[in-house]
């Protein structure tokens, strides 16, 4: 198979673990043989000092002539005090409206080799396997007004929470889809106690629960779902919830697993062209040091093949290194609470890459005597 993917490493970690995705997909494309392309663009920081814009229309014209994209991440205390329209970050709200990647899969798989630092206490690791399905070209971020204004003669500020119904649907419509595949049950994450978008995105929920009848549908505020997920997170399967929300669930999600630095994501779209990044950002505190855990980035690659390509075995022999590589007592710092005990951010791409090797050499002599 031959793809074109875009690669828009993005600033601080965005970098090294972007360069380590390369590594392990050239390394399936070697075993699997596929012929996998990567071009790179800008975004971000980087392209706000080389362009003085952080989205630089070749990117957007790159991504739209590749098979997928994919994205480090943005950002970094160098770009902060710039005005609005010169941060790093609206190069990535930017991608992500432009391609219309409304439907950002976040989800939050547990390894036993990570029970010592995940949080969880009562439960079995073992049980959870939820997925955060984030609406992600809308709400809170995107609607207008969303200014500084002079209210009542005193400086003031304003953000605009808007959705239409179709942007509502689109979304619940991906996450019982999602269920039916899973184990069947939507928890719709609101605040329909205060917010009238969340009474309308609730209204909605139930109109469509009607279409998937194999699907349970449950409403959950989102306080409330922020305290479930640290209590008993096995009890969700698929939850669904709007932009913001859905950003701060699923970095207090990732905590289940053990580290932000694990968690992959797909940001998805009606046109086929879609764009998979880690869930974590650009970790200034931790950059350039190579110190940042790259399986995040390397599994949003695994997502790739999966839902761009249809490589499900492909996709799967990334998954299993990772796990191996977990099992064998390799981790990095972010996943250890003993200093002396961790290896860096090349040296897991590296180990990923020996499974995967290993993996491909057995396959081989098991060929051989067929
Ligand atoms: N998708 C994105 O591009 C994205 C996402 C989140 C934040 N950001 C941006 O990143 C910058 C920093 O934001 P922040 O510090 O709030 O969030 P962050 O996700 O960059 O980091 C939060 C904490 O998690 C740690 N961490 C994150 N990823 C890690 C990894 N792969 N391995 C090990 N540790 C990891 C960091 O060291 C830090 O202590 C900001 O400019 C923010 O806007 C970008
Ligand atoms: C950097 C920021 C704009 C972004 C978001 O909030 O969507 C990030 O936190 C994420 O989760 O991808
Ligand atoms: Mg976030």
């Known amino acids: 198979m031959k793809k074109k993917i875009a690669v828009l490493p993005g600033d601080g970690i965005g970098k090294e673990v972007a360069n380590g995705a390369i590594e392990v997909l050239k390394a399936i494309g070697q075993y699997y043989k596929h012929d996998f392309e990567f071009e790179f663009g800008l975004i971000g920081g980087e392209a706000i000092d080389k362009c003085g814009t952080p989205l630089p229309e070749e990117t957007i014209e790159l991504c739209r002539s590749s098979d997928a994209v994919l994205l480090g991440a943005v950002g970094g205390p160098k770009w902060d005090k710039n005005l609005p329209e010169l941060r790093p970050e609206k190069g990535l709200l930017g991608i992500r409206k432009e391609l219309d990647l409304f439907a950002n899969i976040r989800p939050v798989q547990t390894y036993k080799a990570l029970q010592e630092i995940s949080p969880l206490k009562g439960e079995k690791i073992e049980d959870v396997d939820l997925v955060i399905v984030r609406e992600l070209t809308s709400g809170l971020y995107f609607g207008k007004p969303s200014e500084r204004i002079v209210s009542d003669g005193e400086e003031a500020a304003v953000d605009t929470l808007f959705y239409k119904r179709k942007e509502i649907e689109r979304i619940l419509e991906t996450a019982f889809q999602m269920a039916q595949k899973r184990r069947g049950k939507v928890t719709s994450v609101d605040k329909a106690n205060v917010l009238t978008t969340s009474k309308l995105w609730r209204e909605i929920a139930e109109e469509l629960a009607s279409k998937y009848p194999d699907v349970t ?21 698929v939850i669904v919830t709007e932009n913001m929300f859905g950003d701060i669930l699923s970095d207090e999600a990732s905590m289940i697993t053990g580290s932000l630095g694990m968690l992959p994501s797909a940001s998805l779209s009606n046109s086929g062209l879609h764009l998979y990044e880690p869930v974590h950002g650009s970790a200034p505190d931790i950059a350039g040091q190579n110190l940042a855990n790259p399986v995040g980035m390397i599994l949003s690659g695994a997502l790739m093949l999966r839902y761009s390509f249809d490589l499900h075995e492909e996709a799967r022999a990334i998954e299993k290194a990772v796990k191996h590589v977990l099992d064998s007592g390799k981790c990095t710092r972010d996943l250890t609470n003993n200093e002396g005990a961790f290896i860096h951010t090349t040296e897991m791409v590296e180990e990923i890459k020996e499974v995967l090797a290993n993996d491909y050499a057995l396959l081989n002599i098991i060929d051989s005597y067929e």
């Open 217 to 237: 549908l449950e409403h959950m505020l989102v306080d409330n779902a922020a305290m479930q997920l640290i209590r008993m997170p096995s009890q969700f399967d």
